[in-house]
């Protein structure tokens, strides 16, 4: 059994069935990638596994207990953290401040903007967020505002500022979109180094098949919201229905 387990999920908006009997089975402490063509299903199954959406049959468990239903807040203290297609950061507020954010936080349990003026006072705060810096070589830009970072330096940012809450899970979605290749390869390197250095979980959804062969373990492929196949990333590769889902024609 995996750390998180998807078993015969269903939904449907409206008339479009978006997921239909979805099963799906990550290992602990795996790269697992979620491929397919546009309108598989990739950020309606994504969204499930987050709590964001409710299945209309099935069931979404991550280490033994469902997500669905629950607050973004209580996502992130079962240990899921999650990486948005545009990275989500404070953009008017310094890079330290950015990542003395989620440290706070998961000291605290919340974080309200009107104490970070305090926050930046305390100095085991101020040192975790430094260090944290450091490990994503964004030591020097510190005290530059975020938002004049370039969208791979945001990207290398927000993953940071994930990892400071020590999560066992971390779903990216599509965390490579609207990159140059150099930053995509940035990018794949710092994932590389996460998954050596650290115990945790990785799930991908992503288009850049560099960067799914890169980084994935396994990949389960999806079709009109159903899963076509999953094995590993060299079986994967020229699988006549993955090529037939991609390219609409038999290969």
């Given at each position: 059994?995996?750390?998180?387990?998807v078993?015969?999920?269903?939904?449907?908006f409206?008339?479009?069935?978006?997921?239909?009997?979805?099963?799906?089975?990550?290992?602990?402490?795996t790269?697992?990638?979620?491929?397919?063509?546009?309108?598989?299903?990739?950020?309606?199954?994504?969204?499930?596994?987050?709590?964001?959406?409710?299945?209309?049959?099935?069931?979404?468990?991550?280490?033994?207990?469902?997500v669905?239903?629950r607050?973004?807040?209580q996502?992130?203290?079962?240990?899921?953290?999650?990486v948005?297609?545009?990275?989500?950061?404070?953009?008017?507020?310094?890079?330290?401040?950015?990542?003395?954010?989620?440290?706070?936080?998961?000291?605290?349990?919340?974080?309200?903007?009107?104490?970070?003026?305090?926050a930046?006072?305390?100095?085991?705060?101020?040192?975790?967020?430094?260090?944290?810096?450091?490990?994503?070589?964004?030591?020097?830009?510190?005290?530059?505002?975020?938002?004049?970072?370039?969208?791979?330096?945001?990207?290398?940012?927000?993953?940071?500022?994930?990892?400071?809450?020590?999560?066992?899970?971390?779903?990216?979605?599509?965390?490579?979109?609207?990159?140059?290749?150099?930053?995509?390869?940035?990018?794949?390197?710092?994932?590389?180094?996460i998954k050596?250095e650290?115990?945790?979980?990785?799930?991908?959804?992503?288009?850049?098949?560099?960067?799914?062969?890169?980084?994935?373990?396994?990949?389960?492929?999806?079709?009109?919201?159903?899963?076509?196949?999953?094995?590993?990333?060299?079986?994967?590769?020229?699988?006549?229905?993955?090529?037939?889902?991609?390219?609409g024609?038999?290969?």
């Amino acid at each position: 059994m995996g750390i998180l387990e998807v078993k015969n999920v269903n939904k449907r908006f409206g008339g479009l069935q978006a997921l239909g009997d979805v099963n799906l089975s990550v290992a602990e402490n795996t790269c697992h990638a979620i491929i397919g063509p546009n309108g598989a299903g990739k950020s309606t199954l994504l969204n499930c596994l987050i709590g964001k959406l409710i299945p209309d049959t099935g069931s979404v468990m991550f280490d033994g207990q469902s997500v669905l239903g629950r607050k973004p807040y209580q996502i992130n203290q079962m240990g899921i953290s999650r990486v948005f297609q545009t990275p989500e950061i404070f953009g008017d507020l310094s890079v330290l401040e950015n990542m003395m954010i989620p440290i706070f936080a998961k000291r605290d349990g919340a974080f309200r903007m009107h104490a970070l003026a305090q926050a930046t006072k305390e100095k085991d705060i101020v040192e975790q967020a430094e260090h944290m810096l450091e490990s994503l070589n964004l030591a020097d830009a510190r005290h530059d505002h975020a938002a004049a970072m370039s969208r791979g330096n945001k990207r290398r940012l927000e993953i940071g500022m994930c990892l400071a809450q020590n999560p066992r899970l971390l779903l990216l979605d599509e965390p490579t979109a609207g990159m140059a290749r150099a930053d995509t390869n940035n990018t794949i390197d710092l994932l590389k180094q996460i998954k050596d250095e650290r115990d945790i979980t990785i799930c991908i959804i992503e288009h850049d098949m560099h960067v799914v062969f890169s980084l994935a373990e396994r990949i389960t492929v999806l079709a009109q919201g159903t899963p076509l196949v999953e094995d590993t990333p060299d079986k994967i590769k020229g699988h006549p229905k993955v090529r037939e889902a991609y390219l609409g024609e038999s290969a």
